[in-house]
């Protein structure tokens, strides 16, 4: 069976674009691929955390995903940090990586801004650590996003040229998986920057945690265009916030953007917003309860990421070994 590795930062609450670019998709991929899916917590450090925060974030995404119906029984659910080899494998990837190719990596340069100089070297190799993260398990696909493409190829060029330099057939050269109507999902408040869990502004996103007349404020308050809904998709391209909402509809209603505008061409948004929201709060109250639940057992999450982690370092442990031996270095 293909093997899947994703993961996801605990850094705040998970979001709708969170739940449709990805974990959806992650529930419904646990069907035709051995999945791992990991809180990435030594990714979420290259930035200043709070530690109080990071702990207890990491334990809410957990749940999220649990919640959003990831079935640890099938899948293997864990924070990164437990399983050492994640750092280990970094290491080795990090001598074998160039510096011109992290020099490439847009998303380094949009986070640290104008401050580059002091960002931290953990920002800087942080691709570096997701390739060791897919490789560790000889992962052969990822989920990924538009904006992680890039990451993507580089893992793959870290894990052609580690087999070149070392004469083996040894890392997958691991293939993209882009799924669905709302890989990408935007800001409700400004159609041009992705849905953000770092944006000020609490009505750019929809939370996981959020409850049904938030849900409804959100929607009523997210910015439009004064014209009615085209006839076609053609027609969203020059309107950018329409495009989003109605991706957003598609998605959460398992359409097309087309069908959608076939239904709803013409339409004021006021009309259309009140369809959203129903179709939103039917989708995520479900989710917003179940974690509610599980938060309240933080027993029984702690208890799957321990299982997880036991499962995740029998797959990673021999493959590390493996690549060590290959490089040279000495285990007694």
């Not at 691929?33 to 207890?56: F, G, M, N, R, S």
């Not at 986070?111 to 000889?138: F, H, Q, W």
């Not at 909402?245 to 505008?261: E, K």
Request: with cysteine; net charge neutral; aromatic share 6%.
């Amino acid at each position: 069976m293909p093997r899947i590795f994703s993961g996801v930062q605990p850094t705040g609450n998970l979001h709708l674009g969170n739940y449709l670019g990805a974990i959806r998709n992650w529930v419904r991929l646990q069907r035709d691929y051995e999945c791992l899916y990991c809180v990435v917590d030594l990714h979420a450090i290259t930035v200043e955390q709070d530690p109080a925060e990071l702990t207890k974030a990491t334990r809410e995404v957990a749940a999220s995903l649990l919640a959003a119906g990831i079935d640890p029984a099938r899948s293997i659910v864990f924070n990164q940090t437990q399983v050492a080899g994640h750092a280990e494998l970094a290491w080795l990837l990090n001598c074998i990586a160039r510096v011109g190719w992290l020099n490439r990596m847009t998303q380094f340069k949009e986070k640290a801004g104008k401050n580059r100089v002091n960002a931290s070297v953990g920002l800087y190799v942080y691709p570096v650590l997701m390739a060791a993260d897919i490789l560790l398990y000889k992962a052969t696909h990822v989920p990924v996003g538009e904006d992680q493409k890039q990451h993507l190829e580089l893992c793959r060029d870290i894990a052609q040229a580690f087999n070149s330099q070392f004469g083996v057939d040894f890392f997958p050269l691991t293939e993209p998986l882009i799924l669905g109507e709302a890989t990408r999902v935007m800001s409700l408040r400004d159609g041009a920057k992705k849905m953000s869990k770092s944006d000020v502004s609490d009505y750019s996103r929809i939370n996981l945690t959020d409850p049904p007349d938030t849900i409804a404020q959100k929607i009523r308050k997210a910015k439009t265009d004064p014209n009615p809904l085209p006839d076609t998709v053609a027609e969203l391209e020059r309107r950018p916030e329409a495009d989003n909402l109605v991706t957003i509809y598609a998605a959460l209603a398992d359409r097309d953007r087309q069908s959608v505008l076939a239904e709803y061409a013409g339409a004021q948004f006021s009309t259309f917003k009140e369809r959203l929201t129903e179709v939103a709060v039917a989708t995520l109250s479900p989710i917003t309860a179940e974690m509610r639940r599980l938060l309240a057992d933080p027993v029984y999450v702690d208890g799957v990421l321990r299982h997880g982690t036991a499962r995740a370092r029998s797959l990673a442990e021999p493959v590390l070994r493996e690549a060590q031996k290959i490089v040279g270095l000495l285990r007694t």
